[in-house]
Protein backbone atom coordinates (compact mmCIF):
# COMPACT_ATOMS: atom_id res chain seq x y z
CA UNK A 1 0.00 0.00 0.00
CA UNK A 2 1.92 2.98 -1.17
CA UNK A 3 2.24 6.16 0.63
CA UNK A 4 1.98 7.83 -3.26
CA UNK A 5 -1.50 8.24 -4.96
CA UNK A 6 -1.63 8.44 -8.44
CA UNK A 7 -4.98 8.03 -10.71
CA UNK A 8 -5.53 4.40 -11.92
CA UNK A 9 -5.77 5.44 -15.72
CA UNK A 10 -5.41 8.56 -18.07
CA UNK A 11 -6.32 8.33 -21.29
CA UNK A 12 -6.30 10.51 -24.29
CA UNK A 13 -6.51 11.07 -28.26
CA UNK A 14 -3.17 11.24 -30.33
CA UNK A 15 -1.66 14.69 -30.26
CA UNK A 16 -3.01 15.69 -26.82
CA UNK A 17 -1.91 16.22 -23.47
CA UNK A 18 -2.72 14.06 -20.67
CA UNK A 19 -0.82 14.63 -16.59
CA UNK A 20 -0.86 12.01 -14.27
CA UNK A 21 -0.76 13.34 -10.42
CA UNK A 22 1.43 11.73 -7.74
CA UNK A 23 0.15 12.78 -4.35
CA UNK A 24 2.12 12.47 -1.49
CA UNK A 25 2.55 14.31 2.07
CA UNK A 26 4.21 16.10 4.23
CA UNK A 27 7.03 12.80 5.04
CA UNK A 28 8.15 12.59 1.46
CA UNK A 29 7.22 14.70 -1.72
CA UNK A 30 6.22 17.82 0.80
CA UNK A 31 9.54 17.41 2.86
CA UNK A 32 11.35 18.59 -0.31
CA UNK A 33 12.21 14.90 -1.25
CA UNK A 34 12.74 14.74 -5.04
CA UNK A 35 10.32 12.64 -7.83
CA UNK A 36 11.23 10.34 -10.62
CA UNK A 37 9.16 8.42 -13.21
CA UNK A 38 9.10 5.37 -14.44
CA UNK A 39 7.32 4.20 -18.03
CA UNK A 40 6.68 0.69 -18.11
CA UNK A 41 5.35 -1.26 -20.43
CA UNK A 42 3.95 -4.92 -20.53
CA UNK A 43 6.16 -7.65 -19.41
CA UNK A 44 9.19 -5.58 -19.18
CA UNK A 45 11.13 -3.84 -16.44
CA UNK A 46 10.47 0.11 -15.66
CA UNK A 47 12.81 2.33 -17.29
CA UNK A 48 13.31 5.82 -16.12
CA UNK A 49 11.51 8.95 -17.78
CA UNK A 50 12.45 11.70 -15.88
CA UNK A 51 14.70 12.13 -12.32
CA UNK A 52 14.88 14.61 -9.85
CA UNK A 53 11.78 16.52 -10.38
CA UNK A 54 11.98 17.57 -14.09
CA UNK A 55 15.37 15.87 -16.02
CA UNK A 56 15.28 14.08 -18.75
CA UNK A 57 17.09 11.54 -19.39
CA UNK A 58 19.56 11.05 -22.41
CA UNK A 59 17.35 10.00 -25.27
CA UNK A 60 13.80 10.50 -23.86
CA UNK A 61 11.75 12.29 -25.91
CA UNK A 62 10.87 16.08 -24.89
CA UNK A 63 6.97 15.40 -24.49
CA UNK A 64 8.05 14.11 -21.33
CA UNK A 65 7.80 17.01 -18.83
CA UNK A 66 7.74 16.59 -14.89
CA UNK A 67 7.17 18.99 -12.25
CA UNK A 68 6.32 19.32 -8.74
CA UNK A 69 4.40 21.50 -5.95
CA UNK A 70 3.47 21.49 -2.48
CA UNK A 71 2.79 17.69 -1.56
CA UNK A 72 2.36 16.57 -5.47
CA UNK A 73 4.44 15.98 -8.35
CA UNK A 74 2.81 15.83 -11.73
CA UNK A 75 4.15 14.18 -15.10
CA UNK A 76 2.61 15.59 -19.01
CA UNK A 77 2.69 14.06 -21.87
CA UNK A 78 2.19 16.66 -24.17
CA UNK A 79 1.60 15.53 -28.52
CA UNK A 80 0.58 11.97 -26.87
CA UNK A 81 1.25 9.34 -29.41
CA UNK A 82 0.03 6.09 -29.52
CA UNK A 83 3.80 4.19 -28.07
CA UNK A 84 2.98 6.18 -24.59
CA UNK A 85 1.15 3.31 -23.81
CA UNK A 86 2.02 1.52 -20.97
CA UNK A 87 1.94 2.52 -17.12
CA UNK A 88 3.79 5.07 -15.21
CA UNK A 89 5.53 4.92 -11.70
CA UNK A 90 6.39 8.39 -9.83
CA UNK A 91 9.11 7.17 -6.92
CA UNK A 92 10.57 9.40 -4.00
CA UNK A 93 11.39 9.34 -0.50
CA UNK A 94 9.91 9.14 2.56
CA UNK A 95 11.18 9.97 6.01
CA UNK A 96 9.36 7.18 7.92
CA UNK A 97 9.20 4.53 4.95
CA UNK A 98 12.44 5.21 2.41
CA UNK A 99 11.87 4.83 -1.03
CA UNK A 100 8.48 4.73 -2.16
CA UNK A 101 6.73 4.23 -5.51
CA UNK A 102 3.50 5.25 -6.31
CA UNK A 103 0.59 2.85 -7.05
CA UNK A 104 0.82 3.46 -11.21
CA UNK A 105 -0.77 4.76 -13.81
CA UNK A 106 -2.06 3.33 -16.94
CA UNK A 107 -1.82 5.45 -20.04
CA UNK A 108 -4.58 4.46 -22.62
CA UNK A 109 -4.18 6.24 -26.19
CA UNK A 110 -7.92 6.46 -27.88
CA UNK B 1 27.24 0.40 -21.35
CA UNK B 2 25.14 -0.63 -17.96
CA UNK B 3 23.13 -3.93 -17.82
CA UNK B 4 22.19 -6.22 -14.81
CA UNK B 5 20.49 -9.47 -14.35
CA UNK B 6 18.81 -10.74 -12.21
CA UNK B 7 19.42 -15.46 -11.50
CA UNK B 8 17.82 -17.51 -8.61
CA UNK B 9 14.84 -20.02 -8.30
CA UNK B 10 11.92 -19.60 -10.01
CA UNK B 11 10.12 -21.31 -7.59
CA UNK B 12 10.43 -21.43 -3.75
CA UNK B 13 8.52 -23.42 -0.71
CA UNK B 14 6.51 -21.68 1.76
CA UNK B 15 9.04 -21.17 4.83
CA UNK B 16 12.34 -21.22 2.34
CA UNK B 17 14.75 -18.66 2.13
CA UNK B 18 15.30 -17.02 -1.43
CA UNK B 19 18.61 -16.06 -2.94
CA UNK B 20 18.64 -14.10 -5.69
CA UNK B 21 21.93 -12.67 -7.60
CA UNK B 22 22.47 -9.36 -9.34
CA UNK B 23 25.57 -9.78 -11.86
CA UNK B 24 26.61 -6.29 -13.49
CA UNK B 25 28.40 -4.95 -15.82
CA UNK B 26 29.44 -1.15 -17.16
CA UNK B 27 30.05 0.15 -13.58
CA UNK B 28 31.69 -0.75 -10.48
CA UNK B 29 30.41 -1.27 -6.68
CA UNK B 30 33.48 0.59 -5.85
CA UNK B 31 32.91 3.78 -7.71
CA UNK B 32 31.97 6.51 -5.33
CA UNK B 33 28.22 7.16 -5.58
CA UNK B 34 26.90 4.05 -7.22
CA UNK B 35 24.60 1.61 -5.55
CA UNK B 36 22.75 -0.67 -6.50
CA UNK B 37 18.89 -1.77 -5.23
CA UNK B 38 16.36 -4.36 -5.36
CA UNK B 39 12.73 -3.85 -6.22
CA UNK B 40 10.28 -6.03 -6.53
CA UNK B 41 6.35 -6.36 -8.31
CA UNK B 42 3.69 -8.08 -7.96
CA UNK B 43 1.89 -9.11 -11.04
CA UNK B 44 -0.79 -6.14 -11.97
CA UNK B 45 0.72 -4.08 -8.94
CA UNK B 46 3.08 -1.05 -8.30
CA UNK B 47 7.03 -2.21 -7.34
CA UNK B 48 7.58 -2.15 -4.25
CA UNK B 49 11.61 -1.01 -3.33
CA UNK B 50 13.52 -4.18 -0.58
CA UNK B 51 16.79 -2.56 -0.38
CA UNK B 52 19.97 -1.19 -1.28
CA UNK B 53 23.61 -1.26 -1.02
CA UNK B 54 26.13 1.71 -1.57
CA UNK B 55 29.97 1.16 -2.61
CA UNK B 56 30.61 1.87 1.31
CA UNK B 57 28.76 -0.96 2.08
CA UNK B 58 26.24 0.72 3.90
CA UNK B 59 23.19 -1.36 3.79
CA UNK B 60 19.32 -0.22 3.74
CA UNK B 61 15.98 -2.22 4.09
CA UNK B 62 12.51 -1.64 3.64
CA UNK B 63 11.46 -0.72 7.38
CA UNK B 64 8.59 -3.58 6.36
CA UNK B 65 10.74 -6.46 5.40
CA UNK B 66 13.92 -5.24 6.97
CA UNK B 67 13.83 -8.78 9.82
CA UNK B 68 13.58 -10.76 6.26
CA UNK B 69 16.37 -9.42 3.99
CA UNK B 70 20.48 -9.54 3.83
CA UNK B 71 21.86 -7.63 1.54
CA UNK B 72 25.70 -8.26 0.06
CA UNK B 73 28.08 -7.09 -2.57
CA UNK B 74 30.90 -9.33 -3.91
CA UNK B 75 32.96 -6.16 -5.66
CA UNK B 76 35.05 -8.67 -7.45
CA UNK B 77 32.79 -10.59 -8.85
CA UNK B 78 30.28 -7.09 -9.92
CA UNK B 79 27.66 -9.26 -7.64
CA UNK B 80 24.82 -7.99 -5.37
CA UNK B 81 23.00 -11.00 -3.74
CA UNK B 82 19.82 -10.47 -1.97
CA UNK B 83 18.29 -13.17 0.61
CA UNK B 84 14.53 -13.16 1.72
CA UNK B 85 13.58 -15.77 4.46
CA UNK B 86 10.66 -17.13 5.52
CA UNK B 87 8.95 -17.03 2.17
CA UNK B 88 5.29 -16.96 1.92
CA UNK B 89 2.61 -16.92 -1.23
CA UNK B 90 2.46 -13.33 -1.43
CA UNK B 91 6.22 -12.98 -2.05
CA UNK B 92 5.28 -13.96 -5.42
CA UNK B 93 6.69 -11.47 -8.03
CA UNK B 94 8.89 -10.39 -10.35
CA UNK B 95 12.27 -9.15 -8.88
CA UNK B 96 14.48 -6.85 -10.30
CA UNK B 97 18.07 -5.50 -9.02
CA UNK B 98 18.46 -1.82 -10.51
CA UNK B 99 21.33 0.59 -10.36
CA UNK B 100 21.59 3.39 -8.25
CA UNK B 101 23.08 6.63 -8.89
CA UNK B 102 23.59 9.17 -6.14
CA UNK B 103 24.01 8.33 -2.21
CA UNK B 104 21.73 9.83 -1.09
CA UNK B 105 17.82 10.37 -0.53
CA UNK B 106 17.74 11.67 -4.06
CA UNK B 107 19.32 8.72 -5.66
CA UNK B 108 18.08 6.96 -9.04
CA UNK B 109 17.10 3.78 -10.27
CA UNK B 110 18.86 4.82 -13.69
CA UNK B 111 19.08 1.15 -15.22
CA UNK B 112 16.87 -2.03 -14.33
CA UNK B 113 17.62 -5.63 -14.83
CA UNK B 114 15.01 -7.43 -16.75
CA UNK B 115 13.98 -9.14 -13.51
CA UNK B 116 12.99 -13.00 -12.19
CA UNK B 117 9.45 -14.19 -11.79
CA UNK B 118 9.54 -15.73 -8.42
CA UNK B 119 6.80 -17.95 -6.91
CA UNK B 120 6.31 -19.46 -4.11
CA UNK B 121 4.37 -22.58 -3.91
CA UNK B 122 4.11 -26.28 -1.82
Known amino acids: QSVLTQPPSVSGAPGQRVTISCTGS?????????VHWYQQFPGTAPKLLIY???NRPSGVPDRFSGSKSGTSASLAITGLQVEDEADYYC??????????FGTGTKVTVL | QITLKESGPTLVKPTQTLTLTCTFS??????????VGWIRQPPGKAPEWLSL???????RYSPSLKSRLTITKDTSKNQVVLTMTNMGPVDRATYYC??????????????WGQGTLVTVSP
Open chain 2, 98 to 111: AHRRGYSSSGVFDY
Open chain 2, 26 to 35: GFSLSTSGVG
Open chain 2, 53 to 59: IYWTDDK
Open chain 1, 91 to 100: QSYDINLSEV
Open chain 1, 52 to 54: EDN
Open chain 1, 26 to 34: SSNIGAGYV
